[in-house]
């Protein structure tokens, strides 16, 4: 399976923010899988202490830590989680409901399947994933304060909101502590706090899905810019391409259409979360929950190369590299 490294964003995040103010305070952390880059303008004990809350979000998160809160509950079927662990929990289930399924937090019994979690990667066989199907029902897990139970053989998975989440909660640190300025990047998840310390706003740039290079940027502060794609993680097998993101109806890899999905919103959860639910629904679906839904944006990419932003991004988005021709179909909502 190959991994997409963030180096080539955080390097196209580095060029473009090169000339910011020099007193900035950062730190590297390897934490969910992920390089994640801290970057804080102001107090260094602001950094350090995201850093420990990252660690500590990963060890009551991790689905495959046997001790943390999510593979308890999958091996025992339910019982006490962390306050914030809930709130979690709660904020995605109803994601999963906004979404109609097509974000799913009990799919980990096929993601395992296919080896994404364990690196025994394989095509299961069509009797085991109708299996498997039949204990994906995020309708079915019941949370109530602390307590979470789930059906027999239902297992969970936060890991499609987990770095959403902890963006949110590290942006809320920093500005509790005065941070004016500041850039979380969780391996690709990407939050803003306020602008650029000169007052302009952060440029973010978005990976082109067919190449290493940058199709694009969008220009924000205060906001959450996440991007969701099958080249993120896959592996080849008798020269078909399988991608991590599984499609909680069919059980295998999503192949509705779209290339990457980028949502911006000020809700990290939000933005994380959709972006892999959009992925899974196709390029028409995900325009429908945009046009029904406030509080976000998207870049799409479809299989055929062709991106469309919706209006809240007239002015901020810029294409780049191999897009620079092409047309950038403007998305409304009337």
């Not at 904020?91 to 395992?112: F, I, M, N, Q």
């Not at 039949?134 to 890991?159: F, H, N």
């Not at 590290?170 to 310390?197: D, F, H, M, Y």
């Not at 890899?253 to 990290?268: C, F, H, N, R």
């Amino acid at each position: 399976m190959r991994r997409a490294s963030s180096a080539l964003l955080c390097l196209a995040l580095l060029l473009i923010l090169a000339g910011c103010a020099p007193q900035a305070r950062t730190a590297t952390v390897f934490a969910m899988d992920t390089v994640m880059e801290l970057t804080a303008y102001g107090d260094k004990a602001c950094v350090d202490e995201a850093v420990s809350l990252i660690h500590a979000l990963e060890a009551r998160l991790s689905v495959t830590a046997a001790d943390s809160d999510i593979a308890r509950v999958n091996s025992s079927g339910g019982g006490e989680i962390d306050p914030e662990t809930a709130a979690l929990l709660k904020r995605a289930l109803e994601l999963c409901k906004l979404t109609g399924g097509a974000l799913d937090v009990t799919v980990y019994p096929l993601v395992r399947a296919w080896g994404f979690t364990t690196g025994a990667y394989r095509v299961p066989g069509d009797d085991e994933i109708g299996a498997l199907l039949e204990k994906v029902d995020y309708a079915a897990v019941r949370v109530e304060e602390t307590a979470v139970s789930l059906p027999a053989g239902a297992m969970l998975d936060l890991g499609a909101v987990a770095k959403g989440w902890t963006g949110d909660e590290i942006a809320a640190l920093w500005r509790e502590a005065g941070v004016k300025s500041g850039l979380i990047n969780l391996g690709g998840n990407v939050q803003t706090v306020g602008g650029k310390p000169d007052g302009s706003d952060w440029v973010v740039g978005i990976r082109d899905p067919f190449s290493e290079d940058v199709m694009g940027a969008v220009s924000v502060r205060d906001l959450a810019v996440v991007t969701s794609g099958g080249y993120q993680r896959y592996f080849e097998q008798d020269g078909v391409r399988w991608c991590h993101i599984i499609d909680p109806v069919t059980g295998r890899p999503a192949d509705k259409g779209l290339a990457s999905v980028t949502v911006i919103g000020p809700e990290g959860v939000l933005c994380d979360g959709l972006s892999t639910a959009l992925y899974v629904m196709g390029p028409e679906a995900a325009v429908r929950l945009w046009r029904e839904n406030a509080g976000f944006d998207l870049v799409l990419v479809t299989a055929g190369g062709e991106v469309t932003v919706t209006e809240g991004l007239e002015g901020r988005f810029t294409p780049m590299g191999a897009y620079t021709d092409k047309e950038i179909k403007v998305m409304r909502r009337g």
